[in-house]
């Protein structure tokens, strides 16, 4: 049975942001609410938990498109191989919002993750998201919580998100409704940024 917890975006309550971030370091996995679509996220440093998230998704580890949540542009170069001030000005510009940005791997990658080329960075403008990893001192993993229904595609009710993963999550975070369209995903790993996804994120900015 997962842990429901109701957080308000405007003033997220620190003990429960704490409550949350204990469970993370525990290896549990969490959803939680970001500027689009609710995600299912876990520690970036603990294997174990990792390996539940892509048996979840059912995709090896390795190859999955997991997306990094970072609080801000400063664990950057632990996770991206340098980048030209071009692609800076870009990222400083669209974050936080509701983009995903395929940038350049380094070599410094979680063991899982050494053999990425790229990896995806997602700074997310919503203050439940981002005090979380804040807390927690480096980035979650995250994917999209899909629903099975086509129609649907994504749930934006948190008592159905509930429901539907109780017994596959640790917690589940009631940050009121959320939106049902993804991030705009943009790949800045080549010399032009190129959409992969389009999303919520306006692409005007670009």
């Known amino acids: 049975m997962a842990e ?19 469970i993370l370091k525990k290896g549990g996995l969490i959803i939680y609410p970001t500027d ?18 892509a048996r979840i998704k ?14 801000d542009l400063s664990h950057l170069s632990d996770y991206v ?33 050494k ?14 998201a981002l005090e979380i990893v804040k807390k927690l001192g480096n980035p979650i993993i995250s994917t999209s919580i899909h629903d099975e229904d086509e129609v649907i595609e994504y749930t934006t009710d948190p008592e ?8 596959l999550v640790d917690l589940v975070i009631n940050g009121g409704y959320g939106d049902n369209e993804p ?6 790993s080549e010399d032009e940024p190129i959409v992969i996804r389009e999303g919520k994120g306006s692409l005007e900015i670009f």
């Open 36 to 53: 689009t679509v609710y995600g299912l996220g876990c520690d970036i440093n603990n294997l174990k938990a990792l390996e539940r998230v």
């Open 115 to 128: 053999k990425r080329k790229t990896v995806g960075i997602r700074v997310p403008n919503n203050n439940i």
């Open 81 to 113: 191989k340098q980048i030209d001030t071009s692609v800076f000005k870009i990222l400083k510009r669209a974050l936080p919002g509701p983009y995903t940005f395929i940038l350049p791997g380094s070599k410094s990658l979680p063991n899982p993750f």
């Open 4 to 22: 429901f917890i109701r957080i308000y975006e405007e003033n997220p309550n620190p003990k429960e942001i704490d409550r949350v971030v204990a």
């Open 58 to 71: 059912q995709v090896k580890l390795e190859k999955s498109n997991f997306s990094f949540v970072c609080h």
């Open 183 to 188: 991030s705009t995903v943009i790949d800045l």
């Open 160 to 167: 159905l998100i509930l429901e539907k993963w109780d017994n």
